[in-house]
């Protein structure tokens, strides 16, 4: 386990390469999302052999072009600028807004933003949703864009938990999906205070499992039992992602027959965090292993960029990120719901 804080260097540089890590990521992995490739076994990483961000993939995007991942974040990142707090009423808004122009949207994603377009409170769309699925569904669609609220709420542990898990509650209501994004963005914050070390990020982790489970029995104590289970499971994951093997390829969890489930994501970014030497090794890992490469390829961008800093990812990576669709002509995707209005929030960080 690699103990050595690595410094971004500033704040902004935090801040950018929490947010740019999330899109690198998204980029770099749609083009093997849905895939099952055969990596080594861990804690070997994966070298290969997609090192670059070349675009292609299932839905044929062009080299840097990102996907829903990133496109929900930008919603997110631009209505805590706007407002300088979390404002659901408005990213829900913004959700809803973003679904016509969307090429790639996860079910659940869209059951709850159609549910609200019709008129569903906030809360109530995503909790029907998930009681329809008999309470089984735990997606990663509202842990690939939370980031923001890491970075934008990083001094206010209190604020930032209580809006990680009402912006999971607009699409993902299930306890596993709510606390794993408070927990992802207090590591984020964590490493804009400077506690950059893969141990202090951990711990952080370990300790907002059990604050925001606590937090989601005093908000709706009849949810408790369910509650109770996600964090017991989500205890597993952080213990499993301490080992050289987080039994990700095996009959209970499975990094290809389960592709989009929370759990997976959020065991193989904290494995990533606690043994990948470098930002780029672990996406290249991440990616190559397949999956829902993308998503695993944003959430685990977001942690690590957290750690790294903006300077640690590829450089060729950023550049065609920041410039997809740069040549194209204007449209929501390139004009809107881009990583370059991402990364609006980290200005004057």
């Known amino acids: 386990m690699d103990e050595t804080p690595l410094v971004s260097g500033s704040r902004r ?19 093997l999302e849905f895939q099952a490739r055969e990596a080594p076994p861990f804690p070997e990483l994966a070298k290969g052999p997609h090192t670059d961000v070349t ?4 839905f044929r995007v062009t080299p840097g072009q990102v996907t829903d991942d990133t496109q929900m974040a930008t919603c997110l990142a631009l209505s805590l600028k706007e407002h300088g707090r979390f404002h659901a009423a408005d990213v829900a808004a913004r959700y809803v807004a973003w679904v016509p122009h969307a090429f790639d949207i996860g079910n659940l994603t869209h059951a709850s933003l159609s549910m609200i377009a019709r008129g ?7 909790r029907r949703a998930w009681i329809h699925s008999e309470r089984r569904t735990a997606g990663n669609g509202s842990l690939m864009r939370i980031a923001p609220i890491g970075v934008a709420l990083a001094h206010a542990p209190e604020a930032r938990r209580m809006a990680a898990l009402a912006d999971s509650a607009i699409t993902h209501y299930d306890p596993r999906c709510r606390i794993t994004c408070a927990a992802l963005c207090a590591a984020i914050a964590a490493a804009g205070a400077g506690r950059t070390s893969a141990t202090d990020m951990f711990e952080t982790v370990r300790a907002e499992v059990e604050a925001a489970a606590a937090t989601l029995i005093d908000i709706v104590p009849s949810d408790g039992r369910d509650v109770e289970a996600a964090r017991a499971e989500l205890r597993w994951d952080l213990e499993l992602a301490v080992r050289d093997d987080p039994e990700l390829y095996g009959p209970e969890i499975h990094v290809h ?4 489930f929370v759990r997976v994501a959020f065991r193989l970014a904290l494995w990533e965090l606690l043994h990948a030497p470098s930002y780029e090794a672990a996406l290249i890992d991440v990616v190559n292993r397949g999956g829902d490469a993308d998503t695993n390829g944003a959430i685990t961008g977001a942690l690590l960029g957290a750690r790294f800093g903006e300077d640690a990812i590829p450089a060729a990576w950023r550049a065609r990120v920041l410039g997809a669709l740069e040549e194209g002509p204007p449209s929501a995707l390139r004009d809107h719901y881009h990583p370059r209005r991402l990364l609006e929030l980290a200005e004057g960080v």
Do not use: H, N
Request: hydrophobic letters at 40%; proline letters at 3%.
């Open 13 to 31: 540089a935090w801040a950018r390469g929490t947010l740019l890590g999330l899109a690198v990521g998204d980029a770099l992995g749609t083009t």
């Open 55 to 58: 675009g292609g993939g299932p």
């Open 120 to 126: 569903v409170s906030l809360g109530e769309a995503a």
């Open 257 to 260: 027959r389960q592709q989009g």
